[in-house]
Protein backbone atom coordinates (compact mmCIF):
# COMPACT_ATOMS: atom_id res chain seq x y z
CA UNK A 1 0.00 0.00 0.00
CA UNK A 2 1.52 3.57 -0.78
CA UNK A 3 2.18 5.91 1.32
CA UNK A 4 0.28 8.71 1.55
CA UNK A 5 0.71 12.98 2.76
CA UNK A 6 -1.95 14.44 4.55
CA UNK A 7 -0.05 17.79 5.16
CA UNK A 8 -1.85 20.72 4.06
CA UNK A 9 1.25 22.01 1.69
CA UNK A 10 0.86 18.89 -0.25
CA UNK A 11 -3.35 19.48 -0.42
CA UNK A 12 -2.62 22.74 -1.80
CA UNK A 13 -0.01 21.78 -4.23
CA UNK A 14 -1.70 19.27 -5.39
CA UNK A 15 -4.77 21.57 -6.20
CA UNK A 16 -2.59 24.22 -7.61
CA UNK A 17 -1.03 21.60 -10.47
CA UNK A 18 -4.64 19.94 -10.60
CA UNK A 19 -5.76 23.53 -12.02
CA UNK A 20 -2.73 24.28 -14.22
CA UNK A 21 -3.05 20.99 -15.76
CA UNK A 22 -6.50 21.21 -17.02
CA UNK A 23 -8.10 19.12 -13.82
CA UNK A 24 -6.23 15.89 -15.16
CA UNK A 25 -5.77 13.73 -12.25
CA UNK A 26 -3.11 11.62 -14.53
CA UNK A 27 -0.92 14.36 -15.42
CA UNK A 28 -1.63 15.98 -11.85
CA UNK A 29 -0.04 13.09 -10.86
CA UNK A 30 3.07 12.97 -12.51
CA UNK A 31 3.74 16.48 -12.44
CA UNK A 32 3.27 15.98 -8.28
CA UNK A 33 6.07 13.83 -7.97
CA UNK A 34 8.23 16.03 -10.32
CA UNK A 35 7.53 18.97 -8.82
CA UNK A 36 10.98 19.88 -6.41
CA UNK A 37 8.17 20.27 -3.26
CA UNK A 38 6.57 17.24 -4.46
CA UNK A 39 5.84 13.72 -3.17
CA UNK A 40 5.22 10.24 -4.10
CA UNK A 41 0.84 11.04 -5.63
CA UNK A 42 -1.09 8.51 -6.86
CA UNK A 43 -4.23 9.56 -9.39
CA UNK A 44 -6.01 7.84 -6.47
CA UNK A 45 -4.97 9.98 -3.87
CA UNK A 46 -5.45 12.84 -5.95
CA UNK A 47 -9.44 11.42 -6.86
CA UNK A 48 -10.02 11.04 -3.34
CA UNK A 49 -8.50 14.45 -2.44
CA UNK A 50 -10.73 16.28 -5.29
CA UNK A 51 -13.90 14.91 -3.51
CA UNK A 52 -12.89 15.15 0.03
CA UNK A 53 -12.23 19.02 -0.48
CA UNK A 54 -14.28 19.55 -2.73
CA UNK A 55 -11.33 20.96 -5.96
CA UNK A 56 -14.25 20.89 -8.32
CA UNK A 57 -16.42 23.44 -7.08
CA UNK A 58 -13.32 25.39 -5.23
CA UNK A 59 -11.83 25.57 -8.45
CA UNK A 60 -15.32 26.95 -10.48
CA UNK A 61 -15.22 29.48 -8.04
CA UNK A 62 -11.60 30.35 -7.95
CA UNK A 63 -12.23 30.52 -11.94
CA UNK A 64 -15.32 32.25 -11.88
CA UNK A 65 -13.63 35.02 -9.55
CA UNK A 66 -10.74 35.72 -11.57
CA UNK A 67 -13.17 36.23 -14.40
CA UNK A 68 -15.00 38.77 -12.59
CA UNK A 69 -11.68 40.57 -11.76
CA UNK A 70 -10.46 40.65 -15.26
CA UNK A 71 -13.45 41.81 -16.43
CA UNK A 72 -13.61 44.90 -14.22
CA UNK A 73 -10.08 45.47 -15.15
CA UNK A 74 -10.81 45.40 -18.82
CA UNK A 75 -13.80 47.69 -18.34
CA UNK A 76 -11.69 49.93 -16.50
CA UNK A 77 -9.06 50.26 -18.68
CA UNK A 78 -11.84 50.92 -21.53
CA UNK A 79 -13.34 53.26 -19.32
CA UNK A 80 -10.11 54.72 -19.61
CA UNK A 81 -9.31 54.80 -23.06
CA UNK A 82 -12.79 56.22 -23.98
CA UNK A 83 -12.37 59.49 -21.47
CA UNK A 84 -8.72 59.92 -23.05
CA UNK A 85 -10.43 59.48 -26.34
CA UNK A 86 -12.92 62.09 -25.87
CA UNK A 87 -9.73 64.46 -24.56
CA UNK A 88 -7.93 63.46 -27.40
CA UNK A 89 -10.29 64.49 -29.96
CA UNK A 90 -11.18 68.21 -28.14
CA UNK A 91 -7.77 69.05 -28.20
CA UNK A 92 -6.86 67.71 -31.37
CA UNK A 93 -9.86 70.41 -32.61
CA UNK A 94 -8.43 73.33 -30.74
CA UNK A 95 -5.44 72.91 -32.16
CA UNK A 96 -6.90 72.66 -35.63
CA UNK A 97 -9.29 76.15 -35.09
CA UNK A 98 -6.53 78.15 -33.44
CA UNK A 99 -5.15 78.81 -36.83
CA UNK A 100 -3.64 82.64 -36.52
CA UNK A 101 -3.49 82.32 -32.64
CA UNK A 102 -0.92 81.28 -30.82
CA UNK A 103 -0.92 78.07 -29.36
CA UNK A 104 -0.38 77.85 -25.57
CA UNK A 105 2.73 75.71 -24.70
CA UNK A 106 0.88 74.01 -21.93
CA UNK A 107 -2.24 72.74 -24.29
CA UNK A 108 0.57 71.16 -26.66
CA UNK A 109 2.26 69.43 -23.58
CA UNK A 110 -1.16 67.98 -22.33
CA UNK A 111 -2.27 66.69 -25.72
CA UNK A 112 0.94 64.81 -26.02
CA UNK A 113 1.12 63.17 -22.24
CA UNK A 114 -3.01 62.62 -23.05
CA UNK A 115 -1.72 60.71 -26.25
CA UNK A 116 1.35 58.90 -24.18
CA UNK A 117 -0.93 57.79 -21.45
CA UNK A 118 -3.97 56.55 -23.94
CA UNK A 119 -0.89 54.36 -25.42
CA UNK A 120 0.61 52.98 -22.46
CA UNK A 121 -2.95 52.02 -21.51
CA UNK A 122 -3.46 50.15 -25.05
CA UNK A 123 -0.14 48.81 -24.86
CA UNK A 124 -0.96 46.98 -21.33
CA UNK A 125 -4.12 45.55 -22.57
CA UNK A 126 -2.04 44.19 -25.63
CA UNK A 127 0.53 43.28 -23.59
CA UNK A 128 -1.92 41.34 -21.09
CA UNK A 129 -4.03 39.80 -24.02
CA UNK A 130 -0.58 38.62 -25.47
CA UNK A 131 0.48 36.74 -22.00
CA UNK A 132 -3.20 35.35 -21.71
CA UNK A 133 -2.95 33.65 -25.71
CA UNK A 134 0.43 32.18 -24.37
CA UNK A 135 2.14 33.43 -26.93
CA UNK A 136 5.58 34.65 -25.31
CA UNK A 137 5.15 37.98 -25.97
CA UNK A 138 5.02 40.63 -22.54
CA UNK A 139 7.98 39.60 -21.24
CA UNK A 140 10.15 42.71 -21.94
CA UNK A 141 9.12 46.64 -21.65
CA UNK A 142 7.16 48.06 -23.95
CA UNK A 143 8.39 51.38 -25.70
CA UNK A 144 6.46 54.00 -26.82
CA UNK A 145 7.30 57.17 -28.30
CA UNK A 146 4.77 59.76 -29.02
CA UNK A 147 6.20 62.87 -31.20
CA UNK A 148 3.92 66.10 -31.88
CA UNK A 149 4.91 67.96 -34.10
CA UNK A 150 4.15 72.03 -33.29
CA UNK A 151 2.40 74.20 -35.76
CA UNK A 152 4.08 76.32 -38.42
CA UNK A 153 2.56 79.56 -35.92
CA UNK A 154 4.92 78.53 -33.53
CA UNK A 155 7.90 77.79 -35.34
CA UNK A 156 10.68 80.59 -35.12
CA UNK A 157 10.91 82.58 -37.75
Do not use: C
Not at 31 to 59: I, S
Not at 101 to 123: G, N, P, W
Amino acid sequence: MARKSYIAANHELAYRLWRENGQNLDLTARKVRQHPDGFPATRQTLADWRDLYNWKETAARAEAEEHRIGDAKVTAEERALAVLSRVIDRLDRKLDTSEGVEIDSQMLFAFRSTIKTFMEIKAGMAKADSAVAGNGAGSGPTAITVTVTRPKMMEAH
